[in-house]
Each structure stands twice: as structure tokens, then as C-alpha cells.
């Protein structure tokens, strides 16, 4: 039997049991085997695929945005719309047959967008072009899911788990549990608040499928046995994902309002021209980039050409993108800008800075 097989078997066992507290154990043993098996068909397509069949696109720009979603949604009119760049439209399916990446210039940073094919039902498991477009979202900072309006809910409820069965999270955080093997001692288990889904005996059987039998585990959080195997597994990807409804212009007002109101979502339609800026910025907030602009002494500061940092970035950051020999060269900074208690403040390398803060580098020996 192959693993295909044996998914779909654990996958309709599971649909055939009942959820209770009878149960719970042998779901969390099945969950965890399914896990297992997912895996293994990822590492497998990995190690067996040809060269050359994935999308080799280089990485450019402050971050990187991935375009998925059904064929026919409008992916490749909106990248044309953003970008200016040129991706075959027609009104049949599967018109993009390959990755077509484009660059974003927004609020002084370059967002590197890529379109890519349209996926179908399955393709976690390798249908169409599936699993090379889901390896390239898995490298991107964030994911654009594009949805026909009229559909919307059901292709996004299909997309989503499509994702989430080749271990990409969308618009979580990692759980808070922490697991440290040991070579002697048993399973310990403690937790820093009340577990309302896992019990010791589930937790030990689900170490116990994935041969951990000497193990200290710590929970922070109140994590599901799906969370618990996410942490053992250790390959997960936790994106932020924006769900951009196209083809508004298609339904009533009302629908429209509903769909505006649900969280991480943005009504468009790319044939109107209508919420391209509000998806920009939407798409912005949820990155989450910080701008630094620099300042020399007795000169005004240069506005024209941020430096573009992660969200929580500190001053060592800065010093490490503008020169790697910086850093051992810092003295202090003065910072003007919101992260500031005052104006200027006098900071170190440990000083957190945020967006469009205004820094001036002093360096040991002047």
C-alpha cells in the first residue's frame, strides 16, 4: 500500500469516528500517523523530483509576496495591475504555467510579488503543478490568497487546507511548547497553565508513535494534540496571510460588506481598478517593516533611501545592514522617532527601533 493509500485510510477512519473523551486518544495516535505519512510525501517528492522542475526564482526586494488560488481569479491581472509586469491573461484556466515575478515600489521599500499557477483540489498530494507551487510559497514572507468573491468561502476553506496538510500555517503564531530529549528519565511533562486538550497519557502516546520515550516537555500555552505534533515535526512555516476577494463587481453590496468585515480580508475587483491601494495597504501592515532613515552630523536626514528591517529590529540590526564591520566599531546612537523617549536619545546596539525612526551612528574614535 502506498502512502496515498494509506492518508486517505487514516483520513476516513477519522471521519468515522465520534469526537469524545472515549476517542481522544486514538484521534491524537491517528493525527499524529497522519502527520508522519505527510512528511514523508513531501521529503520523498523532494529527494525524487527531477532537476529543474520547481520555480527557480531568486529572491529580491525587503520581502517577498506569494499569489495563490484557484485558476481564473484574476492572479495574473493583479500582478500586472501592481507590477506593470507583463502575465498572460486569457479567459481560460491555467494561463500562467510557471512562477512570473514582478517588484512592488511602497512607501520606499521593493515588495517582490510572484504569480504563481493556479492549483487545484489535491495538490498536496502532487495534482497540476501542486507541490511546486506550495515549495514556493513556503519560502515567501507572506501569502496573497486570491478568491473569487462569488466562491470566495468555499475556495478559501479549500486552499486552507491544502496548505495546511503540507505543514504551512497561516496567520498563527508557533505554540509555546518547548521539548527537550534526554537519554534516561521518562516522559515529564509540566505546564504553566491548565491543559484543556491534552492529557499525559494523549501526550505520551503521541511521543511514544514518533519513538520519543525519554523526553521533557513544557507548555506555555493551551495547545491541541495538532499543535503538540506541529513542534515535533519541526518543519511547519507560520505565514501571514491576506485574503483578497476579486471580481467584486460580480455580487450584491450587502455580500460585499460581509466579506469587508472578516478579518485579514480585502475586497477588490482588478477589473474596475477598485481597493488595489487598500490591499497595499493592508499588505504592508500585516508585514510589518520597519523603515530607518539615517542622519550625519550637522545635516539633514536622507529621506530618499530607508533601510528596510523586520518588525522589532534593534539598533544592531541597522549596523549590520548598513556594514558588517559596523557593529564592533559602534559607540552609540542618537535616535529621533517614536521608539525614542526623548528627542534625541542616546541609545546603544540593544535599543529596539521603530518605523520611519531617524538614527545618527556615532563610532569609537571620533
Known sequence: MGILERIRDIEAEMSRTQKNKATEYHLGLLKAR????????????????AKGEGFDVMKSGDARLALIGFPSVGKSTLLTKLTGTQSAQAAYEFTTLTCIPGNILYHGATLQLLDLPGIIEGAAQGKGRGRQVIACARTSDMVVMMLDAARGDIQRQLLSKELESVGIR??????AIYIKRKKVGGLTMNSTLPLTHLTPELVRIIMHEYKIFNVDVLFRCD?????????IEGSRVYLKCLYVYNKIDTITI???DRIARTDD??????HWDLGLEMLLDKAWDMLALTRIYTKKPG???DFSQPFILRGGATMEHVCHAIHRDLARQFK???VWGTSAKHCPQRVGLAHVLEDEDVIQIMKKGK
Do not use: F, M, W
Not at 495547545?223 to 513542534?231: G, R
Open 170 to 175: 497561516l496567520n498563527k503564531q508557533p505554540p
Open 332 to 334: 552609540y546612537a542618537l
Open 265 to 270: 480580508s480585502c475586497v477588490i475587483s482588478c
Open 223 to 231: 495547545a491541541t494534540a495538532d499543535e503538540l505534533i506541529d513542534v
Open 299 to 301: 545635516q539633514h536626514p
Open 34 to 49: 497522519l502527520a508522519k505519512l505527510r512528511s514523508q510525501l513531501i521529503e520523498g517528492a523532494g529527494k525524487s523530483g
Open 254 to 256: 450587502e455580500e460585499v
